[in-house]
């Protein structure tokens, strides 16, 4: 079965860090770019960091503004897993987190251009 599956997420206190993960099966992560995407209530849907292929050149990876130097991603390939690390969680990091894939040489933040979604992982900051 084709899926990606997120897990990781919880309830953590301000300032605290969590470990998301984005599993795939049925496939290889390793020819998509995957993105990172929150949507709190209320709010639209938000892209977080995406990482290019492992096939590109460039080795691409973004965030938005609000998280650099708090989240990162990496992939480990061995588990066909993409990982955000969330350091430094804010209140404001309180939403659903989903993964995606693009068929793409290079990643960005445009939700719209992912065509394979999770099913998502709840975040919550909060004391």
């Known amino acids: 079965q084709v899926q990606l599956v997120e897990s990781g997420g919880n309830l953590v206190q301000p300032g605290g860090s969590l470990r998301l993960s984005c599993t795939a099966s049925g496939f290889s992560l390793d020819y998509y770019a995957i993105g990172w995407f929150r949507q709190a209530p209320g709010k639209e849907r938000e892209g977080v960091s995406c990482?290019?292929?492992?096939?590109?050149?460039?080795?691409?990876?973004y965030y938005t503004a609000s998280v650099k130097g708090r989240f990162f991603i990496a992939r480990d390939n061995a588990k066909n897993t993409v990982y955000l690390q969330m350091n430094s969680l804010k209140p404001e990091d309180t939403a659903i987190y989903y993964c995606?894939?693009?068929?793409?040489?290079?990643?960005?933040?445009?939700?719209?251009?992912?065509?394979?979604w999770g099913q998502g992982t709840q975040v919550t900051v909060s004391s």
């Open positions: 990482l290019s292929p492992v096939s590109s050149s460039d080795g691409t990876t």
């Open positions: 995606a894939t693009q068929n793409a040489h290079t990643c960005g933040l445009t939700w719209s251009r992912y065509s394979r």
